[in-house]
């Protein structure tokens, strides 16, 4: 056995013959295994107020799923999958599996324990975390639970540069080893279920803890934000939405980190070219789950031109209807390096925090690692398009 080969985990078998052997003992996993009823049950679990704002956009994420039951795997057969190989490498950073936690703002509504819950279960498991600008938990924090786990960090671009240079600051300080600048966000969508609860958990001071906590917002507020919170969540409002950001601002971030710098949210091949001419180390192709474009192209049905664009110069990433193994499979063979896992992950903290977290973590890898086998490939480095088949739409 190679050296590289011993340390491989087995993911898929371990976890599988875990739950049977609970079984043999009258314990049932203690969450659904099926993303669709996990799904159902969290949202049912949450107030209306939070189900409405974890869901979003239901359109445009139905599309996203729909995209990847346009591609069916074609199996082979009769070939070694003893040893299976999930790791890959990112700009020379090592990832135990091609997954990480795709950024999720505000984790409060969903979970007392919120980011910390979601940091220890990414530590137990080894997948690396992307912890949101809007989250409710400070980078610090999060960095604390995560110890030694690999994490990056998402900037959210407001118009005060000093702020934007701050946090970054403080993210290279805590550890964080790439910053990834969301791009599709520098507006809020319309969207449909909070407008008609009338909610938006900012304006009530969640998810404020990065702004709070950064020494560049608390000097620019008369009183600190625990004398007067009002004051602090107004002006976080009046810088935090940047519709005026534009391409020639990305050297403003250059100058001010040597992290590798991820653009999230390209679907245009255009977009992926203009990354790279502005020096960008890496794209994560997403629309957000749905959340900001309405009548979206579904996030894989653009994936394969912007590979094409990247033409390998930096790594390509991808999010939106990561639900299963299969998934991560179809998204890798049309030339994602990896993947970020949104929802179903927020759909275990809904359920049983840091627990259910862990358990959705544990299930995902153990599918890959499984329908990578039986697909009859023994690493996800041997992937690529002619593993699938494109079926068109029967109607
Ligand atoms: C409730 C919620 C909050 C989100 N907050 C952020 C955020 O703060 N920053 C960000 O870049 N993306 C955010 N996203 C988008 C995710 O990073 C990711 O692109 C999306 O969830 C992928 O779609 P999926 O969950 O349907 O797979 C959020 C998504 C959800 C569902
Ligand atoms: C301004 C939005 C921050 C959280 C987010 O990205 C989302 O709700 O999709």
């Not at 939106?320 to 390096?337: C, E, H, P, W, Y």
């Amino acid at each position: 056995m190679k050296d590289d080969q011993q340390s491989i985990p087995s993911y898929g078998l371990g976890r599988q013959m875990q739950v049977y052997m609970q079984g043999l003992q009258g314990q049932l996993p203690s969450l659904p295994v099926s993303p669709e009823v996990l799904e159902q049950q969290a949202l049912a679990h949450l107030s209306q107020q939070a189900a409405g704002y974890l869901a979003g956009m239901d359109d445009t994420m139905q599309a996203n799923l729909r995209a990847f039951q346009r591609w069916s795997i074609l199996p082979r057969m009769l070939r070694d999958v003893s040893r299976r190989q999930l790791s890959t490498t990112i700009l020379g950073m090592q990832l135990p599996i091609p997954l990480l936690l795709a950024p999720i703002g505000v984790q409060s509504i969903i979970h007392p324990e919120a980011e910390l819950a979601v940091a220890r279960a990414a530590r137990a498991t080894g997948v690396p975390m992307i912890l949101s600008t809007a989250a409710s938990r400070s980078i610090e924090a999060v960095a604390q639970e995560l110890a030694d786990t690999p994490r990056w960090f998402q900037l959210y671009w407001s118009k005060n540069p000093d702020l934007n240079a701050s946090l970054v600051h403080r993210a290279e300080q805590a550890g964080y080893s790439a910053i990834v600048v969301t791009l599709d966000t520098r507006l809020l969508s319309w969207r449909e279920q909070d407008i008609q609860n009338a909610y938006l958990p900012f304006l009530q001071g969640e998810g404020l803890a990065n702004y709070f906590s950064d020494p560049v917002f608390r000097q620019a507020l008369a009183q600190s934000p625990e004398k007067d919170p009002a004051m602090a969540i107004r002006y976080f409002i009046d810088i935090f939405l940047n519709p005026s950001l534009t391409w020639d601002q990305l050297a403003f971030l250059r100058q001010h980190t040597s992290l590798p710098i991820f653009l999230k949210g390209v679907l245009h091949p255009d977009d992926a070219r203009q990354t790279i001419d502005a020096g960008m180390d890496g794209i994560i192709v997403s629309n957000h789950g749905g959340r900001q474009v309405g009548g979206s192209r579904a996030a894989l049905d653009a994936l394969p031109a912007v590979v094409e664009a990247a033409g390998g110069q930096v790594p390509v990433l991808f999010d939106s209807g990561i639900r299963r193994g299969s998934d991560v499979l179809k998204a890798i063979a049309l030339g994602a390096r990896a993947v970020l896992l949104g929802r179903p992950y927020i759909w275990g903290l809904a359920l049983d925090g840091e627990a259910g977290v862990q358990q959705v973590l544990q299930n995902l890898l153990a599918d890959l690692d499984l329908t990578l086998a039986v697909s009859g490939f023994s690493s996800i480095s041997q992937l690529d398009a002619s593993l699938l088949v494109n079926e068109r739409p029967t109607a």
